[in-house]
């Protein structure tokens, strides 16, 4: 499903969890937030949100384009590790290979 709101705040979050489970109910898990490049707490609410709804359903949620400044509000939370975030995936290789070196 892609997420064509510019924004994920409270004026929103509303009826993108009902799209977004609507979509995992249609078996549809990949979510594309590209166009997302503003977003508060409840951004981070609905992503857990639409993680529980597809994990109910026996599916792995995915996430693409998902921004930066999300991924950041997810690690303030303590999060992160339940949403996919690649830009924290890929520092999280990083670190580890450095400890191993």
């Known amino acids: ?3 064509d709101a510019d924004r994920i ?3 929103n979050a509303a009826s993108l969890l009902q799209a977004g489970e609507s979509a995992i109910q ?3 898990s990949r979510f594309d937030l590209s166009s997302v490049t503003r977003s508060d ?3 981070v609410a609905l ?3 639409w993680q529980r709804a597809a994990h109910a359903r026996g599916l792995h ?3 693409q384009g998902t921004p930066a400044s999300l991924c950041s509000l997810a690690t303030l939370y303590g999060v992160d590790t339940l949403i996919s975030c690649p830009s924290l995936q890929s ?3 990083m670190s580890s290979s ?4």
């Open 47 to 49: 992503l857990l949100a």
């Open 9 to 11: 705040d409270n004026s």
């Open 98 to 101: 450095a400890i191993r070196a």
């Open 41 to 43: 707490s409840s951004a």
């Open 61 to 63: 949620l995915e996430l």
């Open 1 to 3: 499903m892609k997420i």
């Open 91 to 93: 520092k999280r290789a």
């Open 26 to 28: 249609g078996g549809d």
